[in-house]
């Protein structure tokens, strides 16, 4: 009895609880991992928006090809796309075109270690690794979201079509390194676990009423079942006690 007790009071609602508040954990993992993604989207869009503030107001309409920008205004573009980037907190924001089906960056900012090692990036420079997705954002009217990765890194990037003064259609982007991204959902685990801990305190009061009352029950019920032995027993021993009688008298 003891033993059933043990299990139907304390192990089985132990293991509903613990079942219960993994799959909350997961799902508000999963829910909390999309709420994230997306409002980092929504910091990708507006910042990937503003890098035609950032450049020159006729910059677009003159980066038509390989010669029309010289270095040291790229330079310059480098700088100030660097600085918006890093004020947004974001790893790159960028300017493209497409011709016969490539992609070139026309503008690009860098991170630190890029400026240290002089390894910035250089005018109308062939993007190999754009996506399909990537590239039909020029025919779009719509944010392009993907998460990719190339030899800068793993990214979730938005990309957007825009058209210049001039007519030109051009594509601005906005990435965020993905390692970034998780450390983000991954420093939001404890709240959720937490959420998870003040659910069983909630629950505790529950499960020491409810043992109590089992156990008040079981002995009542251990009670009745020992009386009911007891008076078949006794009836067991009249029902002989008569049978003697009987063969007594025959």
Known sequence: MKRSYFLKVIIIPSAIYFIMAALYTL?????????????????????????????????????????????????????KLSVNAKTAGLTYLYATVIRNGK????????????????????????????????VKTIDSDKPTFETSED???????AIICQTSPGGNRYL???????SYLNALIISRIPEILLRAFFFLVIVLPFFYFLTKYYKKHTLVLEAEIR????????????????????QART
Do not use: C
Request: aromatic share 12%; net charge negative; charged share 35%.
């Open 27 to 79: 799902f508000t993992s999963y829910d909390e991992r999309q709420r994230i993604i997306s409002e980092v989207d929504r910091r990708l869009v507006v910042a990937a928006s503003n890098v035609k503030t950032v450049l020159d107001s006729a910059f677009f309409d003159r980066a038509t090809d390989s010669l029309k920008i010289s270095k040291e205004e790229h330079l310059l573009n480098i700088i």
């Open 103 to 134: 992609v070139y960056f026309i503008a690009s900012s860098a991170k630190d270690e890029e400026f240290l090692k002089h390894k910035l990036p250089t005018y109308w420079q062939v993007y190999p690794e754009a996506t399909p997705e990537f």
């Open 151 to 157: 030899r800068w890194g793993k990214f979730e990037s």
């Open 172 to 178: 601005v982007g906005a990435d965020m390194d993905i």
């Open 227 to 246: 009386d009911r032995i007891k008076a078949e027993k006794q009836l067991e021993e009249y029902k002989t006690h008569l049978e003697e009688i009987m």
